[in-house]
């Protein structure tokens, strides 16, 4: 008798940083996640309640709004809202060595039972993109250039229900998870905030950017001027 054989259906060949070459001298952390793919594919139930990910979606859309709604409303993530410092994708240095996005500690704190864990926006967007596109998409990580003043927001981990959880903030920068080119016509979603949608300041009508338009997402998020910075090339790998 064999043993059973597990067999995953994507929408398309992985997009980066993923890699399906099997030259053994190619970084192999850089192949598909089989723990990764176990989690995305499925249910996933915490104290907060269960999130639906990816598995049986239809188009790259709805994959990266599961992903993106999974990651906001799973209750393992709250802002670093100190120094805004990143906590899982670490930067290249000045040796030479690659930016990595750290998925093993990043997935770790989505399946375990701690308390939520501190991360910033690359956190974020890196976990839609990374995530998304494992099952076929082709996002990127956009940088948003400041510094700016944001509209009131709530940002993950807050509860949207609370009015005090709505506050404006002077960001130096963003990031948040792109697919498209680097224009005003790419499509942004954002794990790491919610908008109000009710122009009503007493009533709270709150969702989440989700394949939204970009020129309509950076009028939403800030009054002020917003530049793109372009797309994280220096977070080459995964870890």
Same mark, same amino acid.
């Given at each position: ?10 929408? #398309?060949?992985?997009? $980066? ?22 989690? %995305? ?16 979606? $239809? ?7 599961? %992903?993106?709604? $999974?990651? @906001? ?59 998304? @596109? ?11 250039? /400041?510094?700016?003043?944001? @509209? ?24 948040? #998870? ?8 790419? #499509? ?35 009054? /002020? ?15």
């Amino acid at each position: 008798m064999t043993d059973p054989i597990l067999i995953y259906t994507i929408l #398309a060949a992985p997009g $980066a940083p993923w890699n399906l070459n099997d030259d053994p001298a190619q970084d192999d952390t850089q192949m598909p996640w089989r723990t990764v793919l176990d989690t %995305i594919t499925r249910r996933t139930y915490w104290n907060t309640g269960s999130v639906l990910w990816g598995g049986g979606a $239809a188009t790259v859309e709805e994959v990266a709004a599961r %992903i993106t709604t $999974a990651l @906001n409303e799973g209750g393992r993530f709250r802002y670093e809202d100190f120094i805004g410092r990143s906590r899982y994708v670490v930067e290249a240095d000045m040796y030479g060595n690659p930016g990595y996005f750290d998925l093993t500690a990043y997935h770790n704190q989505i399946t375990g039972d701690g308390a939520a864990a501190l991360a910033n926006c690359l956190d974020m967007a890196w976990g839609v993109a990374a995530m998304s @596109n494992l099952l076929g998409d082709s996002m990127h990580v956009m940088l948003l250039d /400041g510094p700016f003043q944001t @509209n009131p927001v709530c940002l993950v981990g807050s509860d949207p229900a609370d009015p005090t959880s709505w506050t404006a903030s002077a960001w130096a920068f963003h990031a948040v #998870a792109w697919r498209g080119s680097d224009s005003d016509s790419g #499509a942004v979603y954002d794990a790491c905030l919610r908008f109000d949608g009710d122009p009503d300041a007493s009533l709270i009508d709150d969702y989440l950017p989700l394949n939204m338009y970009y020129t309509s997402y950076a009028s939403t998020l800030t009054s /002020g001027r917003i530049m793109r910075g372009g797309f994280d090339m220096e977070t080459e790998l995964l870890r």
